[in-house]
Nanobody, 125 residues
Framework: QVQLVESGGGLVQAGDSLRLSCTVR????????IGWFRQAPGHEREFAASVTRTSNFKYYADSVKGRFTISRDNAKNTVFLEMNNVKPEDTAIYYC??????????????????WGQGTQVTVSS
């Protein structure tokens, strides 16, 4: 069973930058498509970004496009989410997820079952 561990969350101010990391354990990350989802209080978990196994394709939600960048370092078994110019509406728990199938903005949360524990990002105005 693939295990994912997120880190890098915290409290930042609007306009700041933050980098989240997702390290895959017990498996080889290059076998998996990786996505970042987020869940704000009172809201459902939603797609934020995803990357294919060899980074040839990356997908972003419209709400983060141009501000967030997803990348992966397969040699380090880690995927990153670089968050720039963050906004208060980016406040959420951020989860990474691994799948052997392509993850896109259309992928339904119930179709995914290998999640990390999440990392809290709070953006103050």
């Amino acid at each position: 069973q693939v295990q994912l561990v997120e880190s890098g969350g915290g409290l930042v101010q609007a306009g700041d930058s933050l980098r989240l990391s997702c390290t895959v354990r017990e498996e080889i990350i290059s076998d998996y498509f990786i996505g970042w989802f987020r869940q704000a209080p009172g809201h459902e978990r939603e797609f934020a970004a995803s990357v294919t196994r060899t980074s040839n394709f990356k997908y972003y939600a419209d709400s983060v496009k141009g501000r967030f960048t997803i990348s992966r370092d397969n040699a380090k078994n880690t995927v990153f989410l670089e968050m720039n110019n963050v906004k208060p509406e980016d406040t959420a728990i951020y989860y990474c997820v691994a799948s052997r199938k392509l993850i896109t903005p259309a992928t339904a949360v119930p179709d995914l079952n290998a999640w990390g524990q999440g990392t809290q990002v709070t953006v103050s105005s």
